[in-house]
Antibody, heavy 123, light 110 residues
Framework: EVQLVESGGGLVQPGRSLRLSCAAS????????MHWVRQVPGRGLEWVSGISWDSYEALFGDSVKGRFTISRDNAKNSLYLQLNSLTTEDTAIYYCAKGYAVRPGNSRPIDFWGQGTLVTVSS | QSVLTQPPSVSAAPGQTVTISCSGSSSNIGHNYVSWYQQLPGTAPKLLIYDNDRRPSGIPDRFSGSKSGTSATLGITGLQTGDEADYYCGTWDSSLSAVVFGGGTKLTVL
């Protein structure tokens, strides 16, 4: 059974940084691209970032480009998202999600999602 | 403002059939596969349909997908109260180089 467990969310002040982690199990982690998708409570889904199986390709949504960094450690079956220069607009639930393909830049689906971790940016 | 356009809400009675539309452009739906996701209240999204019309293992055949040109449609037959959820379409946008989603459609089973 695929399991994705996020951690690292919390309350952070504007301008500060935060690092989210995702522990994956139940599948061969280094065979698939991984993604981060966020959702403001009560609002729609917004894709944040995706990374290829080998970390060679990393893609970002326009709203986070230059501020967020995605990385993975295949030896630890873990995915990370470094959030820098946070603003109140970044307040959302952040979902770790598994891609169907090896690379993130295509229309293959996101086929499994974690339960999410809430990031609140407020002074 | 989402790249893909969905109706905010749809409703139907138990046992009836409902369709949810998703409209895009040539840079997204027009040249890429479409997926559909179901998000039950208080839970994470779940993949319902991928590659326009394929169902993952465990998804009942009451759920179907189709695509024509720059639009896609999710169909649900034999509606059940447990189908009440938000439904999102998603695909890759070749111009934006990004995964894009619709704004979501809230399904109410009256």
């Amino acid at each position: 059974e695929v399991q994705l467990v996020e951690s690292g969310g919390g309350l952070v002040q504007p301008g500060r940084s935060l690092r989210l982690s995702c522990a994956a199990s139940g599948f061969t982690f280094d065979d698939y691209a991984m993604h981060w998708v966020r959702q403001v409570p009560g609002r729609g889904l917004e894709w944040v970032s995706g990374i290829s199986w080998d970390s060679y390709e990393a893609l970002f949504g326009d709203s986070v480009k230059g501020r967020f960094t995605i990385s993975r450690d295949n030896a630890k079956n873990s995915l990370y998202l470094q959030l820098n220069s946070l603003t109140t607009e970044d307040t959302a639930i952040y979902y770790c999600a598994k891609g169907y393909a090896v690379r993130p830049g295509n229309s293959r689906p996101i086929d499994f999602w974690g339960q999410g971790t809430l990031v609140t940016v407020s002074s | 403002q989402s790249v893909l356009t969905q109706p905010p809400s749809v409703s139907a009675a138990p046992g009836q059939t409902v369709t949810i539309s998703c409209s895009g452009s040539s840079s997204n739906i027009g040249h890429n596969y479409v997926s559909w996701y179901q998000q039950l209240p208080g839970t994470a999204p779940k993949l319902l349909i991928y590659d326009n019309d394929r169902r993952p293992s465990g998804i009942p055949d009451r759920f179907s997908g189709s695509k024509s040109g720059t639009s896609a449609t999710l169909g649900i037959t034999g509606l059940q109260t447990g189908d009440e959820a938000d439904y999102y379409c998603g695909t890759w946008d070749s111009s934006l180089s990004a995964v894009v989603f619709g704004g979501g459609t809230k399904l109410t089973v009256l």
